[in-house]
Structure formats: structure tokens, C-alpha cells
């Protein structure tokens, strides 16, 4: 009877633990989908669920500070991904022109610019140094600004990554955001 008890006060409060983080993640997303800075960004608040809700270790959060650096490092990771996208565009040369491969070997560069940032604001979040690291967060947009600007600028070529860094914006802006909270 004792082992049935604690198998049930285990599974009742890991299912309490899931609907705190359920919770939390609603109610942090929709408060800084309202910020000035992604207000204009379509389904912000969605794909910030969504990107929490997809990292398993978001059932462990507990606090704002907790979503922080999970979200920090969902946006480290996407961008590894994005980076890992255009190396293999470029590796198999399915890009449509030489001044498209140009731009996307400028956006490698950007994102692994964007990738030290991020990696640096982490360490500034682990010392609790929150403002250097929102400062090294916010920094890290550049990459997905300015490696669309390459294709919509001047040269009017087309992006092959432009759905992959709209939403690395979103990820990059959620810990960002979270940091004003």
C-alpha cells in the first residue's frame, strides 16, 4: 500500500510540475509578445510556446529566469540548425546563382558572429549578469537581419533560408524580451 502511495504522490507531482511550466510558458510568451520589438512579427507568441514546448527541459522551469536561459539556448541551437542549412545549400550547390552562393557565404559569416554572441550572453545569464547579456542576445539579430537584407537588397535575389530566419529572429528575441520582463 506504501509503494502505491508514493508511485502516486510522484506521478501527481510530476503532472502538477508540467501544467507550472505549461503555465508559465503561456503566461511569459503572451506578456512579451506585446513588447515594441515583436509586436509586428507575425505568431510571435505561437512560435514561442511552440519553440518552449519542444525542448523537453521547459518542463523544468520554474521561473522566468529558468525560461531565460532555455530560450537562450533554443536560439543557440536553431541557429546552429539554419547555419547547418545554408552549409549544406552551399555544399551542394543548390543555390541559383554565384552572387546567391556570395550571400550566403556572407550569412555563414553572420552566423557564426551571431552564434559567439549568443554563446556570450549565456555566460553573462550564468553570472546573472543580465544586462550584458540581453546586450549580447540582441546583438545576435544581426545574423538573420542582415543575411535577408543580402537577398532583398540591391540584387533582388531570393532567399532559400527566409522561413528558417524569421523564426531565428523570434527565437533570438524571446530570451530577449524575457530579460525585460
Known sequence: MLMYTVVFVLLFNGCMANKVADSLIQKSCKNISVSIIVETIPH???????SFKE????????????????GANNALSYLMNVKGIVEKII????????LSKKSLEDCLQLYSKSAHMLTSGLKYLKKRNFEKAQYEIIDADEAPIFCELKFNGDNKQISPVKKENNLLLTMIYVPYCLLDL
Open 44 to 50: 510571435f507568441e505561437k512560435d514561442c510556446i511552440a
Open 55 to 70: 525542448n523537453p527541459e521547459s518542463q523544468k522551469a520554474r521561473n522566468v529566469d529558468d525560461l531565460i536561459m532555455l
Open 91 to 98: 555544399k551542394e550547390k543548390k543555390y541559383k546563382s554565384s
